[in-house]
């Protein structure tokens, strides 16, 4: 533990050498996160390493023979199975845990939070868990949210184009892998494609993902429907981040070979008519949403905005019901660290005002 300032919270960050944890102690820089005391955790192969923070050299600490006690809030990044054992162990210790993987969002004593959407649901925290959503759902929050409140969410369509980081470095190493290989047999057999090129096994991504698409990511669900679990959380998170259980939402999600930034086409019915002059009104203030004529990946990558643009009238949907429009976002920033470490100011503001 590195006490850096005086007064403030005791943080932890579990995961903190990964490739999230690394832009999670970037975030809590560039927000000034009230920090007291900060610590870094991770498994054994990584402890020892040192970090530095605000000049700070901090020592990344083995979770399994560390001292949990003292810790105000913890941020995790370390994925589910660990997750599953470690939160329970942090929160019985007194921590609040802001969780980055699915292990906890579809609990329903687990709140699952986009900052901007629902931040009222930290006002009480039953296991001491907070459940950050999917880097696509967290995309598409900020801007579903004011719609539905306005014109009465009844139906989503989307299909979701996942950059590799989202499979964390191993898919971002495929990738490189499989651009190198591919650019190195030269012109003519990128053109034609196919088998021309000699490509790399797979390593991460289900196909090869250079100059590809594969709409495959995650595992198949064990109830009949086909969908993936990646596919499954869009619809389910939605549901309760919203506050609408009986949304009816369809997701078709695919990795492309892109490095960072998810993009979404989005399909939106609601109860209400609407057009787009009215959808960009309500668009134009709402928070962490940007507007702009074509949201792409180059766009996202390094900024916090949902990036939303292409709107138009939905002409499958009756009586101008409907919306069709593209959202870009950051996978890595706000699809996982920057909005972990906003639920940490929340509940920091919530349950811990007198240390600040």
């Not at 700070?56 to 599953?84: N, Q, R, Y």
């Not at 109830?223 to 939402?249: C, F, M, V």
């Not at 930034?261 to 019915?269: L, P, Q």
Request: glycine letters at 8%.
């Amino acid at each position: 533990m590195v006490q850096i300032n005086d007064r403030g919270v005791n943080v932890a960050v579990l995961g903190a050498t990964g490739q999230v944890g690394m832009v999670m102690r970037r975030v809590l820089d560039e927000r000034d996160f009230p920090v007291k005391d900060l610590r870094f955790l991770a498994s054994a192969h990584s402890a020892g390493k040192v970090l530095n923070w605000r000049g700070h050299d901090i020592t990344v600490e083995d979770v399994a023979t560390a001292d949990l006690s003292g810790i105000d809030i913890a941020i995790f990044s370390a994925g589910g199975g660990t997750s599953k054992v470690w939160a329970p162990k942090f929160a019985e210790a007194g921590a609040y845990v802001i969780d980055n993987s699915s292990q906890w969002r579809m609990h329903d004593d687990v709140p699952l939070v986009v900052a901007e959407v629902n931040p009222d649901d930290l006002d009480e925290i039953p296991t001491g868990i907070v459940a950050n959503p999917n880097c696509t759902t967290m995309a598409i929050m900020p801007v579903l949210k004011p719609l539905a409140d306005k014109f009465g969410l009844k139906r989503l369509i989307v299909s979701s184009y996942q950059a590799v980081s989202g499979a964390g470095r191993a898919g971002v190493e495929q990738l490189m892998n499989e651009a190198k290989a591919a650019v190195d047999q030269g012109a003519d057999k990128l053109v034609f494609g196919g088998d021309a090129i000699d490509f790399p096994e797979p390593t991460k991504v289900a196909r090869t993902i250079a100059f590809n698409e594969v709409p495959f990511i995650g595992d198949i669900v064990d109830d009949g429907s086909q969908e993936t679990d990646e596919e499954q959380k869009l619809r389910n998170e939605s549901r309760k981040i919203l506050h609408l259980p009986d949304l009816k939402a369809s997701c078709t999600c695919v990795r492309v070979g892109v490095f960072t930034a998810h993009g979404m086409s989005v399909n939106a019915e609601f109860e209400n008519p609407v057009s787009v002059e009215e959808a960009k009104e309500v668009l134009a203030s709402a928070p962490a949403v940007e507007l702009t004529d074509i949201p792409t990946a180059q766009l996202a990558a390094g900024k916090t905005p949902s990036f939303v643009g292409r709107i138009r009238v939905d002409q499958a949907v009756d009586d101008n019901k409907g919306l069709a429009f593209f959202v870009t976002n950051d996978n890595l920033r706000k699809g996982a660290a920057l909005n972990a470490v906003e639920l940490a100011e929340i509940v920091a503001r919530k349950h811990f005002a007198d240390q600040l």
